[in-house]
């Protein structure tokens, strides 16, 4: 009935001023010309009935939000050492000492009346559910990271009051993830995704999200703000990835296959909008446009929650060709700075923080050319100059934008130019000679790093072991390069007498192990994992996901498997090497 009647007096205050608004006149004869169309002779009764409905309304609204919470409720005191200790806290201390700042409004969160008294509200469900971790006195360490980085609490209260299931999943992320417990309290908008029915369920491919991030940016005309948008949509995106990732409800290759998705999505839709921006100084983008290659784990859809884009650009114009705009460009100078701004649009720190890092270092020019290379020139390099590790690099490419369109001339260009390279090296003497060379480099320089098995990537049987047999014996017999393309590789090498029966098994076990805890590694830490100073959450986190009793279980076994794994690797090298 308010609602009625707020919508009522809403279409007679626009049909009075034929115009476009909610709000009732200031002057005495406009308020009274209202009160007469809205059939009431006495305009005070007629106003403190309004006021009346709104105070009504608001009083509703308010208890569906915040049940059970009253605005004027004074907060509790902080909870004393014994029922601390009861709940299961071995630092009692510490943690009162925690909830005697949050409780003090020495934080952004908690400065307000309004705030203290919601987090009042909330304090006894909270110190129940901090119990139930594995480590209170860790999770309680994570959740005080949280807050802390919050700007104001009473919205992040407030949702919690009226969804108890999103301070259940910040406690637990607190009690196992310390980046994502920081990344939330940095970005607590992200909590509001977690309302979306869809969040536990397996993010769709790189098609549908590029189309739902490109609805986002859509009605956006500012061009900083699209940078913003993005940002915050991918942030929300990883976010429900890595809370996946965490609760075991994807495995290693679906987290994979997400988090590439979301970073080629925001590659495919952001980079029309750098282009437009960019033509507004410099003109469109003369000859046929560009395109973008991406390698490393975006190439191979194998990303984790930590990784950088790896790519290159590449551009067909004729050599004379020139932009059409109010400060014109030769193409050799359009098309590097354009790839400049791209870059700039994915790594440059703007109010929502950084998209990607992008990494360019693999283009043919290496570090010190231009950052944009032209097809011409990239066929040729590719043709008659490339090294064999550069080829290696090759067999994770794949054109992901570009060229205005999908599936556009250039872009299959492109592609057909890294298989013809990759192909005029199948059964070349000098891929495996160079690629053992690369191997002992490899190896000399991350020797430090050999002996200690939690450095999934270069621990003697590591990540970069197992992934390096894997380019290489799908560059030597041209292997597929779809996605797991490593995983197939490493079970084809027994038939091609490179493995002996069941080591190739092994080690594509070996590669899943790594590849999860590298996923939750990247997801929950800012720094790699070490199991002396890592908090016990994590620990269980990491034996859940594979499925073993407890952690020293699955360090025992992660021992085994990468030393078997390396000892299968050194023996086939030498096996290779002894051929050739």
């Known amino acids: 009935a308010d609602y009625t009647a707020h919508r009522t007096l809403e279409h007679r205050l626009q049909m009075i001023g034929d115009a476009q608004t909610q709000t009732i006149p200031s002057g005495e004869d406009a308020r009274a010309r209202v009160a007469a169309l809205s059939a009431s ?50 630092r009692p201390e510490a943690a009162r000492a925690l909830f005697e700042r949050w409780t003090s409004g020495a934080l952004p969160a908690t400065r307000s009346p309004r705030a203290r008294a919601l987090f009042a509200h909330l304090q006894p469900s909270l110190i129940a559910k901090l119990a139930r971790g594995a480590s209170p006195d860790e999770a309680i360490v994570q959740f005080d990271r949280f807050l802390s980085g919050l700007p104001a609490g009473v919205q992040v209260f407030s949702l919690f009051c009226a969804n108890p299931h999103l301070l259940d999943l910040v406690v637990e992320v607190s009690a196992i993830a310390p980046r994502l417990a920081g990344h939330l309290g940095r970005a607590p908008g992200v909590l509001d995704a977690l309302l979306d029915p869809d969040f536990f369920e397996p993010l769709p491919e790189a098609e549908t999200l590029s189309a739902e991030l490109d609805t986002v940016l859509a009605p956006l005309a500012d061009y900083e703000r699209v940078l913003d948008a993005a940002r915050r949509w991918a942030r929300e995106q990883k976010f429900r990835a890595g809370v996946q990732v965490l609760r075991a409800l994807s495995d290693e290759a679906e987290a994979a296959r997400a988090h590439s998705a979301i970073a080629e999505a925001c590659l495919v839709a952001l980079l029309p909008r750098v282009e437009a921006e960019f033509a507004r100084r410099h003109g469109p983008p003369p000859g046929r446009g560009m395109a973008v290659l991406a390698l490393g784990k975006l190439g191979s859809r194998e990303m984790t929650g930590g990784s950088d884009l790896d790519l290159i650009v590449i551009y067909d114009a004729p050599g004379d060709a020139m932009s059409e705009g109010r400060r014109p460009l030769a193409a050799a100078q359009y098309y590097p700075r354009l790839t400049q701004a791209l870059v700039a649009a994915f790594s440059a720190p703007t109010a929502e923080g950084r998209l990607y890092e992008i990494d360019m270092r693999l283009r043919p ?216």
């Open 41 to 90: 002779q006495d305009r005070t009764a007629w106003e403190t009935g309004i006021a009346a409905r709104l105070k009504r309304v608001h009083a509703s609204v308010e208890a569906f939000f915040v049940p059970a919470t009253p605005g004027e409720r004074a907060p509790e005191p902080p909870p004393d050492d014994d029922s601390l200790v009861n709940a299961g806290f071995t």
């Open 365 to 580: 020019s290496g570090r010190q050319g231009p950052v944009a290379t032209s097809l011409a020139a990239f066929s040729t390099y590719q043709r008659e100059t490339a090294w064999v590790w550069e080829h290696l690099a090759l067999t994770r490419a794949r054109v992901v934008a570009g060229a205005g369109a999908k599936a556009c001339a250039l872009g299959e260009e492109v592609a057909s130019t890294v298989t013809q390279a990759l192909a005029a090296r199948r059964g070349a003497v000098e891929v495996i000679a160079q690629a053992s060379t690369m191997r002992d480099r490899l190896i000399e320089a991350h020797q430090r790093e050999r002996s200690t098995p939690w450095a999934l990537k270069h621990t003697a049987g590591g990540l970069m072991e197992i992934e390096f047999l894997a380019q290489t014996a799908i560059l030597y017999h041209g292997l597929d390069r779809g996605a797991g393309a490593a995983g197939s590789a490493l079970l084809t090498l027994e038939a091609l007498g490179w493995l002996k029966a069941s080591e190739g098994q092994h080690l594509n076990e070996t590669l899943v192990l790594l590849r999860t805890l590298q996923q939750i590694e990247r997801v929950a830490l800012e720094r790699p994992f070490d199991p002396e100073t890592t908090g016990l959450g994590l620990r269980q986190a990491m034996a859940r996901a594979l499925e073993v009793a407890n952690f020293d279980t699955l360090e025992h076994h992660l021992q085994e498997s990468t030393t078997q794994a390396g000892e299968i690797i050194e023996h086939c090298f030498q096996r290779l090497g002894a051929t050739d």
